[in-house]
C-alpha cells in the first residue's frame, strides 16, 4: 500500500511526437514505448515509456483546438505539460479537490484504475492528474504488459520535478493542497517533499515563456551529463545506495 501520493508519470507536450520519442528512446535507452489509441479522444498521439516503475510521457495533438494544442502556442515550444499523482486514497483525494474549489476537467473510471485531471487555472504550472490503481504496482496508462501487474524493469525512475511558476509560494500550496502534504521553503524554492516516495517537487520563479513542467529528475544507476529535450531539462542522479552516491 502507498504510505502518500507518489508521482508515477510526468508528460511532455511536442509539436512531432515521434521524432521526440526517438530522441528519448536514444538518450536513456528505453524500450519500445507503448501507444495508448485512448488519447485520441482528445486530438492526441502519444507515446508512454516506461523508467523504473514510473513513466515519462510525450503527447502531440493531431487535431485543431486540443488543450495541449493550445498550450504549445503560449509556451512557442516544446514543454512540460502534466504531472500524474498516484494516490492511496483517491475518494479522500477527489474530496479535497471538491472543498478546495478546483475543478475537475476529466475523470475516468475502471475497475483497476482512475484518474482525475484538474484544471491547470486552478492549480497552476501544470496539468496536474490523481489517479489510482490496484493492484499498485500495475499501470494500465502504460498498456497492457502493465495492466493488473508490474512486469520485470529496470531499477530507478522519475525523481522530481522542476515547475516554473509566477507565484512559487501560492502554486506549491496550491499542489500541496490538493495532494494533502505540506511545503518547505527552501533558498529559491519552494518544496513539496513526497518523502515516503523518494521524490520532490520544486516550485521555482518562471522566466521567459511562462509557466511549465521545466525540469525532471531521473534516478538511474550512473550519473549522466543534463540534457535537454522536448523543452525540458533531464537531470540523471544516482540511487540512493549505490556506490556513486555515496561518493
Not at 486530438?43 to 495533438?61: H, I, K, M, Q, Y
Not at 483525494?93 to 473510471?109: K, N, Q
Amino acid at each position: 500500500m502507498l504510505a502518500g501520493p507518489r508521482l508515477r508519470q510526468v508528460a511532455l507536450v511536442a509539436t512531432d511526437c515521434d521524432t521526440t520519442a526517438a530522441k528519448l528512446q536514444e538518450e536513456f535507452g528505453w524500450p519500445e514505448p507503448f501507444h495508448d489509441p485512448g488519447v485520441g479522444r482528445f486530438g492526441l498521439t502519444n507515446a508512454v515509456f516506461p523508467a523504473g516503475d514510473t513513466f515519462v510521457e510525450v503527447v502531440a495533438p493531431i487535431q485543431a483546438g486540443t488543450t495541449a494544442g493550445r498550450y504549445l502556442e503560449r509556451r512557442g515550444t516544446d514543454s512540460g505539460y502534466m504531472a500524474i499523482f498516484q494516490m492511496p486514497d483517491l475518494a479522500a483525494a477527489r474530496h479535497r479537490v471538491s472543498a478546495a474549489g478546483v475543478r475537475v476537467v476529466w475523470t475516468a473510471d475502471f475497475a483497476d484504475i482512475a484518474g482525475t485531471h484538474l484544471h491547470p487555472k486552478d492549480v497552476p504550472g501544470a496539468i496536474v492528474s490523481l489517479d489510482w490503481a490496484d493492484p499498485p504496482e500495475s499501470w494500465r496508462w502504460a498498456g497492457p504488459e502493465w495492466t493488473g501487474r508490474a512486469p520485470a524493469h529496470r531499477p530507478g525512475g522519475v525523481r522530481g520535478l522542476t515547475i516554473e511558476v509566477i507565484d512559487p509560494a501560492s502554486a506549491a500550496e496550491r499542489w500541496a493542497e490538493v495532494l494533502g502534504m505540506t511545503v518547505t521553503q527552501q533558498p529559491g524554492a519552494a518544496v513539496i517533499e513526497l518523502a515516503h516516495a523518494g521524490q520532490d517537487l520544486r516550485f521555482v520563479p518562471a522566466t521567459g515563456r511562462g509557466e511549465a513542467i521545466t525540469e525532471v529528475r531521473l534516478t538511474g544507476e550512473r550519473h549522466g551529463q543534463p540534457v535537454c529535450l522536448a523543452g525540458v531539462r533531464f537531470v540523471r542522479e544516482p540511487r540512493p545506495g549505490t556506490a556513486e552516491s555515496d561518493g
